[in-house]
């Protein structure tokens, strides 16, 4: 959530970010409504409040009319406490769930716009000329299965659409682009961590995944859990309701975990294959730093996405994140994406979002410098999202014959193998 002093003391701002994310900015007014009733109510109950205490001490020593007339003060003091009490309540709750609804502060180099309205910032490697190597390439599900690597037909039949099983060498793959990217992120000073796939509501809805997000979200109503669709969610609720060290900052975690989104709305998007699924494994950067650090911070993890995408030798290009695709927690996000021969276009493969003290103030994850106490930044960062990798590996690095050159930054983790073979043609 936004800092409430900085709605009364620049509104313009918010209703200007808001207008930018292609949101309600009639929120805006309403939250400031109901935060001046909070503060008022809040006002009047601490003058009844004080007043109600201060007759307390005078009953006792009054006689007669005088101590009659206290006692009948007292009983209104009484219920105009009260009254005050749930007014301040339910005010301080309108408050809160606008302030919730309302999406983090646009950063103002943000490209105003909607999902086509992204600014490219850089492009990097170099486009396979197919034709002039003599072959069309094949799309990746018909390399996967060549390769006995893919089966989406059986994961279909187990569980449903967009559901797949790795099979042989794509097993394999995956586990090799999961301890490759551990290693790099180790490498770079972040901790490894393996996180929960089941979160509390609190954990979901203080990293901002039940407003916007919400249609996307498996929900289990017997245990009132959830399912993560990142393991941004338990890696930013980790430190939940602590307050850290300063001199500890900046903390980084590398997560790995399961990802589940229902992917609702993009029906007949990306149907075949895996690259849009509703299950995936990814590993994920987590940084917390202080907030007037995070700008740089967020300059670190796009440079460490880049250097896993160079390593794997795929053609990408860095974009900067229109206002109206932002999500609701990111102040920015700058995606990388991959280019997609058989598409014929770059596709996202990973981004990397700074939240300022957006998340923090949610879960109330604060930072001590000496005698100050303030909320700090969250930042994070896709490193793998494993069956979209796949999709560009084998895409990018196959061969006439249906084999596929495998990046020399996986081969330590494949047995020092240099390509994956088809097993039928």
């Given at each position: 959530?936004?800092?409430?002093?900085?709605?009364?003391?620049?509104?313009?701002?918010?209703?200007?970010?808001?207008?930018?994310?292609?949101?309600?900015?009639?929120?805006?007014?309403?939250?400031?409504?109901?935060?001046?009733?909070?503060?008022?109510?809040?006002?009047?109950?601490?003058?009844?409040?004080?007043?109600?205490?201060?007759?307390?001490?005078?009953?006792?020593?009054?006689?007669?009319?005088?101590?009659?007339?206290?006692?009948?003060?007292?009983?209104?003091?009484?219920?105009?406490?009260?009254?005050?009490?749930?007014?301040?309540?339910?005010?301080?709750?309108?408050?809160?769930?606008?302030?919730?609804?309302?999406?983090?502060?646009?950063?103002?180099?943000?490209?105003?716009?909607?999902?086509?309205?992204?600014?490219?910032?850089?492009?990097?490697?170099?486009?396979?000329?197919?034709?002039?190597?003599?072959?069309?390439?094949?799309?990746?599900?018909?390399?996967?299965?060549?390769?006995?690597?893919?089966?989406?037909?059986?994961?279909?039949?187990?569980?449903?659409?967009?559901?797949?099983?790795?099979?042989?060498?794509?097993?394999?793959?995956?586990?090799?682009?999961?301890?490759?990217?551990?290693?790099?992120?180790?490498?770079?000073?972040?901790?490894?961590?393996?996180?929960?796939?089941?979160?509390?509501?609190?954990?979901?809805?203080?990293?901002?995944?039940?407003?916007?997000?919400?249609?996307?979200?498996?929900?289990?109503?017997?245990?009132?859990?959830?399912?993560?669709?990142?393991?941004?969610?338990?890696?930013?609720?980790?430190?939940?309701?602590?307050?850290?060290?300063?001199?500890?900052?900046?903390?980084?975690?590398?997560?790995?975990?399961?990802?589940?989104?229902?992917?609702?709305?993009?029906?007949?998007?990306?149907?075949?294959?895996?690259?849009?699924?509703?299950?995936?494994?990814?590993?994920?950067?987590?940084?917390?730093?202080?907030?007037?650090?995070?700008?740089?911070?967020?300059?670190?993890?796009?440079?460490?996405?880049?250097?896993?995408?160079?390593?794997?030798?795929?053609?990408?290009?860095?974009?900067?994140?229109?206002?109206?695709?932002?999500?609701?927690?990111?102040?920015?996000?700058y995606d990388c994406e991959a280019w997609i021969p058989t598409q014929g276009k770059y596709r996202e493969l990973t981004s990397t979002s700074?939240?300022?003290?957006?998340?923090?103030?949610?879960?109330?994850?604060?930072?001590?410098?000496?005698?100050?106490?303030?909320?700090?930044?969250?930042?994070?960062?896709?490193?793998?999202?494993?069956?979209?990798?796949?999709?560009?590996?084998?895409?990018?690095?196959?061969?006439?014959?249906?084999?596929?050159?495998?990046?020399?930054?996986?081969?330590?983790?494949?047995?020092?193998?240099?390509?994956?073979?088809?097993?039928?043609?």
């Amino acid at each position: 959530m936004i800092d409430l002093r900085l709605l009364r003391e620049d509104p313009d701002r918010v209703r200007a970010s808001q207008r930018a994310r292609g949101e309600d900015v009639a929120l805006v007014d309403s939250l400031l409504s109901a935060d001046e009733r909070r503060r008022s109510s809040g006002v009047r109950f601490d003058e009844l409040r004080a007043e109600q205490k201060q007759l307390g001490k005078l009953i006792p020593k009054a006689t007669g009319d005088e101590k009659a007339e206290l006692l009948k003060r007292a009983d209104q003091l009484k219920a105009d406490v009260k009254a005050a009490d749930a007014e301040r309540d339910a005010a301080d709750a309108e408050t809160q769930e606008l302030l919730l609804r309302l999406g983090n502060l646009v950063h103002p180099d943000v490209p105003v716009g909607g999902e086509e309205d992204f600014v490219t910032l850089e492009t990097h490697g170099t486009i396979r000329d197919f034709g002039a190597e003599g072959f069309d390439p094949k799309d990746h599900l018909e390399l996967g299965q060549l390769l006995g690597a893919i089966d989406v037909e059986r994961g279909a039949k187990v569980s449903g659409s967009r559901f797949y099983f790795l099979t042989g060498v794509g097993a394999l793959l995956e586990l090799a682009l999961v301890n490759a990217a551990m290693a790099q992120a180790t490498a770079a000073g972040f901790t490894p961590m393996l996180t929960p796939a089941l979160v509390r509501p609190q954990s979901m809805a203080g990293t901002g995944f039940l407003g916007q997000a919400a249609q996307d979200v498996y929900h289990l109503d017997k245990d009132d859990l959830y399912l993560v669709g990142t393991s941004e969610v338990p890696l930013a609720a980790y430190h939940m309701d602590e307050i850290l060290d300063a001199a500890k900052l900046p903390m980084r975690y590398a997560g790995f975990s399961p990802c589940f989104r229902r992917e609702a709305g993009s029906h007949g998007k990306d149907t075949r294959g895996i690259f849009r699924v509703h299950q995936f494994d990814k590993v994920e950067m987590f940084s917390y730093v202080a907030p007037e650090d995070s700008q740089a911070e967020h300059q670190r993890l796009l440079e460490w996405e880049k250097q896993w995408l160079t390593s794997l030798e795929l053609p990408f290009r860095v974009i900067d994140v229109a206002s109206g695709d932002l999500g609701s927690s990111a102040a920015r996000k700058y995606d990388c994406e991959a280019w997609i021969p058989t598409q014929g276009k770059y596709r996202e493969l990973t981004s990397t979002s700074d939240c300022t003290e957006f998340q923090s103030r949610r879960l109330s994850i604060r930072v001590r410098e000496g005698k100050t106490v303030r909320p700090l930044a969250t930042l994070n960062g896709t490193l793998c999202a494993v069956p979209r990798t796949i999709v560009a590996i084998l895409e990018n690095h196959q061969q006439a014959d249906g084999s596929v050159r495998v990046p020399e930054v996986l081969r330590p983790y494949l047995g020092g193998r240099e390509v994956l073979e088809p097993v039928s043609k």
